[in-house]
């Protein structure tokens, strides 16, 4: 019988932490999650306690001998960093374990290197890689060496880029051309979608708290959505007719992470910035995750970084099918708070009308007659507007209505 498994690369987890064990706990939980993604498995984890993180070793000399042991008992393939290391640090970890070595940040863009299929996703994704390679280059050529292939490869590595600065300096100034156009490109959909006035809303929120999941239920997307971190990456953008009229556009964005490598909030900065465009944006947030609190402080932070902040935000509490009935579920910053399941549809409803509640807000109310040679008109202001009231007289169209402020004459 021919055992068909792919043979996953086995690591030890660690991290150099100065705060709650807990904390610590729960960074390292996550950072299996983040390796499963990425197709590896975790056989072991080492924590240590330090002020600061060893700035030879990360960790002290004692536990470096302690962890090159734990490596030959459980035949693990490398160790995998909850930090992004400096050179030296990895350079020292990697000669001293005689073992790959991988940091938190390597491990996210090779997630991401994966599981970018746009043309602009996999060009930003590569521009970060680059860059973290151009700043790791100095003394770091016998731990990449030891990388090998795997898991912190996928990429650009493939190439050997790694070892010719004046090539990675060429081949950043050739993307950032490439990447520039496409955010052109961009800014004049997104000019194009201001001008006719339909409405925005930017899906945020933590990897995983199921952003994917709610965009497929609201309209119909088809959006690949899986329990991992990172399972989707290519922003994508889908209409939505509203109960009460209206139409109105969703758009997904990358999944925020803790410890985020600023490389890649760089690299995806004009994809992250349409959020900053919307009219709403939609936190998700997953009400059973143990580190909740955490994961939307991080959430905030990342907004705050991108600049984007004074719009109008709901806070969706996803995967409340999961929790206690009773529990108690409050996001201060956020103009509106909602428990949903968008796996099982419970509440969404309610959110499309608190949706359309806040739009209303921006809007104002207008009476027209619209001549019936103008009749086009209407089609505008049933799909961008609110209408209330609609009679077909003599001389035209009687129209109440709600509109988008400076949109009266909407054609």
Known sequence: MVDNDIRKEKYILLISYSGEEKQAEASLDELARLLDTAGGLAVGRMKQKLPRPDNATYIGSGKVEELRMSIEAREADGVLCDDELSPAQMRNLSERLDTKVIDRTMLILDIFAAHAHTSEGKLQVEMAQLKYRLSHLAGAGKAMSRLGGGIGTRGPGESKLESDRRVIGKRIARLSAEIKDMRRVRMTTRKM???????????????????????????????????????????????????????????????????????????????????????????????????????????????????????????????????????RLKDMHADANIRISAKTGYNTDSLLALVEDILQKSRKPVEMLIPYSEAGRLDGLHRYGKVIEEEYLEEGISIKAYVPTGKDGIS
């Open 193 to 327: 979608r201001m001008s006719n006035m339909t409405p925005v809303v930017a899906i945020v929120g933590y990897t995983n708290a199921g952003k994917s999941t709610l965009l497929n239920l609201l309209t119909d997307a088809s959006v690949l959505s899986e329990n991992k971190l990172f399972a989707t990456l290519d922003p994508t953008t889908r209409s939505c007719r509203l109960k009460g009229g209206g139409e109105l556009l969703f758009t997904d964005t990358v999944g925020f992470i803790n410890k985020l490598p600023h490389q890649l909030i760089d690299a995806f900065r004009s994809t992250l910035e349409e959020a900053g465009y919307a009219d709403i944006i939609l936190h998700v947030a997953d009400a059973s995750d143990t580190s909740l609190d955490m994961h939307m402080q991080v959430v905030y932070e990342t907004l705050r970084e991108l600049d984007i902040v004074g719009k109008p935000m709901i806070t969706a509490f996803n995967k409340t099918d999961l929790i206690e009935e009773g529990l």
